[in-house]
């Protein structure tokens, strides 16, 4: 475990394991070296150690995460739809199987419909420069 502060120092420490009482402390350098070679991805964690990005360690988003995407978006994200974000899903703008991250800029709530269009073959789905989704018919 080390924090970001401590990661991006030269001479920052890391413990090896949840305990950072009892684990073993090595330097930053070490943890990055560590991580790289055993492909370990890293969690972005926010306040109370909340989890923001998951990358690709967990496929559904964790609820801190769907916070966040709450307070991001008033409403679900598709063109023109104002369905309140309490009734919204949390949805891989890229998907999951094929490579995409749990992760607050990867990630859109959509409501049930638009939800359903996302997986929907015959449509095609882009973000636009405003953050909105907007869904076509594929021809």
Avoid at 24 to 50: F, H, M, Q
Avoid at 103 to 124: D, I, K, Q, S, T
């Amino acid at each position: 475990m080390i924090s970001l502060e401590e990661l991006r120092k030269d001479l920052g420490v890391a413990t090896l394991g949840y305990d950072e009482t009892n684990g073993t402390v090595i330097s930053a350098a070490e943890a990055r070296k560590l991580a790289c070679n055993a492909t370990i991805i890293p969690w972005v964690l926010g306040g109370d150690s909340e989890v923001l990005d998951a990358g690709r360690a967990s496929r559904f988003f964790q609820p801190t995460q769907r916070k966040a995407l709450r307070l991001q978006a008033k409403c679900c994200q598709a063109e023109g739809c104002d369905m309140p974000p309490e009734w919204c899903d949390a949805h891989h703008l890229e998907p999951w199987a094929a490579g995409g991250k749990t992760n607050l800029n990867e990630g859109a709530l959509l409501c049930p419909h638009h939800h359903r269009l996302a997986h929907n073959p015959a449509y095609v789905h882009e973000r636009l420069p405003d953050g909105t989704i907007r869904f076509t018919r594929r021809p």
